[in-house]
T-cell receptor, first 115, second 114 residues
């Protein structure tokens, strides 16, 4: 079985400050990891993904995440946030099926960037 | 290329009424999914279809049925709506091939059951 825990439900920060959104996962098999972003009243959009290779993954909008197998973590970071980064962020872990995959999501972290 | 589309965008139902949420994708994906999103609970999988002609239960299937009409379309039906089914419903599609296991999401349907 897989599970994902996002350690902070809300993260308020000031504009241009750095931010880290924390995600821990558990899985008995190798995993693929994702971060999605949801802007108000919209669907989910992929920020970045880890499938294999380099443990530092770069995504859209200046975000990056680091896969740490020993700590079973996949934390999301951005060195300088903008007001437009205000959104809800979801960490997810994938389990492969015969065709396609099945995602398990964390509870979400609301990032609020204040001026 | 519209991606994943969902209809309707909003719906209000009375307890006991039925309705069908429609989803279509134009990315030629084999797999399609239905999720519900509730505050503080992330997205929970209701049903999925790994390929045309197959459907399987997810985490929270009770009170729902699905139909994979063809490769493009995957509908979700509420036979007798209950207030506990008030939620935002998302459809998604994906493949484990060239899309690298990513799922693509529709804009969602906001359902209120009174």
């Amino acid at each position: 079985a897989q599970s994902v825990t996002q350690l902070d439900s809300q993260v308020p920060v000031f504009e241009e400050a750095p931010v880290e959104l924390r995600c821990n996962y558990s899985s008995s098999v190798s995993v693929y990891l994702f971060w999605y972003v949801q802007y108000p009243n919209q669907g989910l959009q992929l920020l970045l993904k880890y499938l294999s290779g380099s443990t530092l993954v770069k995504g859209i909008n200046g975000f990056e995440a680091e896969f740490n197998k020993s700590q079973t973590s996949f934390h999301l970071r951005k060195p300088s946030v903008h007001i437009s980064d205000t959104a809800e962020y979801f960490c997810a872990v994938s389990r492969l099926l015969t065709s396609g995959s099945r995602l398990t999501f964390g509870e979400g972290t609301q990032l609020t960037v204040n001026p | 290329n519209a991606g994943v589309t969902q209809t309707p965008k909003f719906q209000v139902l009375k307890t006991g009424q039925s309705m069908t949420l429609q989803c279509a994708q134009d990315m030629n994906h084999n797999s399609m999914y239905w999720y519900r999103q509730d505050p503080g609970m992330g997205l929970r999988l209701i049903y999925y279809s790994a390929s045309e002609g197959t459907t399987d239960k997810g985490e929270v299937p009770n009170g729902y049925n699905v139909s994979r009409l063809n490769k493009r379309e995957f509908s979700l039906r509420l036979e007798s709506a209950a207030p506990s089914q008030t939620s935002v419903y998302f459809c998604a599609s994906g493949d484990r091939g060239t899309s690298s296991y990513e799922q693509y999401f529709g804009p969602g349907t906001r359902l209120t059951v009174t």
